[in-house]
């Protein structure tokens, strides 16, 4: 049974949601400010999935605070949203991303949309960093990966913790990792139930203006309304 339509909105901590007659309790946290050296944002599996592509739509190069919100179940706490900041403003409709050079046809049966999960754990960087780090793992050995212990250790002392885990990656002091500078970090996060294929969505203010990235990561059914398929394609 899914809960009635309700719209995905910027909750605040211990907000309750109701489904299948009990409350679910929003953890939201507050996960630091994501480095865009460049604005061209990737969303992806950190550990399986550098190569993947970054969003059509760019941003302004700068830092973004990026949210998660956590659905504090009856036996779990589970990450359901991650939220990166692009303005304070609220969203008023919503368009799913895609990456560069990706045609987007709403009526092929081609599966869901989004980037595929296998390591369980979701991210956003910018595509400069997703390029040092697609070099990076790729020159060293498995033992000698300095960025995937500093990610998986960070992830596992929150789940150790609060039950649900996050990490705010610096490249060059926190991974070690020889190409990067201070303007480099990424942000990663628990995928909900884990793996899987998890779509993004634009949010537009009341002056059709981006101010949020949301990653829906399939924990609560939560609408993102207005939502367009391509250019011009209203709902």
């Known amino acids: 049974m899914h809960m009635l339509l309700q719209r995905f909105r910027d909750f605040e901590d211990g907000e309750t949601v109701p489904e299948m007659g009990f ?3 929003i953890e939201r946290r ?24 970054p969003f059509e739509t760019e941003l302004q190069p700068g ?10 179940m009856r036996d779990e706490t589970l990450c359901a949203y991650s939220a990166l900041h692009v303005t304070d403003a609220e ?10 050079d990706e ?6 049966d081609e599966g869901e949309p989004g980037y595929p999960v296998g390591s369980s754990l979701g991210s956003f ?25 500093a990610l998986r250790g960070s992830i596992h002392r929150r789940i150790d913790n609060v039950g649900f885990g996050w990490a705010n990656i610096d490249l060059m002091s926190d991974a070690k990792v020889p ?20 779509s993004t969505y634009l949010g537009y203010d009341a002056d059709d203006e981006l101010c949020r990235v949301v990653t829906d990561f399939e924990v609560l059914d939560l609408r993102f309304n207005t939502l367009r398929f391509g250019p011009g394609a209203h709902s």
């Open 23 to 25: 409350d679910i309790v």
């Open 30 to 53: 507050y996960l630091g400010e994501l480095h865009m050296p460049t604005g061209s944002l990737v969303a992806c599996d950190p550990v399986d999935g550098l190569e993947t592509e």
């Open 103 to 108: 045609e987007l046809d709403p009526l092929a």
């Open 63 to 72: 830092d973004y605070s990026v949210v998660i919100y956590g659905a504090q």
């Open 125 to 149: 960087m910018d595509a400069r960093v997703a390029k040092v780090l697609m070099d990076y793992t790729h020159s060293v050995m498995p033992d000698d990966d300095e960025f995937r212990r």
């Open 91 to 100: 969203p008023e409709r919503w368009e799913l991303a895609t990456v560069q």
């Open 179 to 198: 190409q990067a500078d201070s303007s480099m970090n990424m942000v990663a996060f628990e995928s909900g139930y884990g793996p899987g294929t998890y």
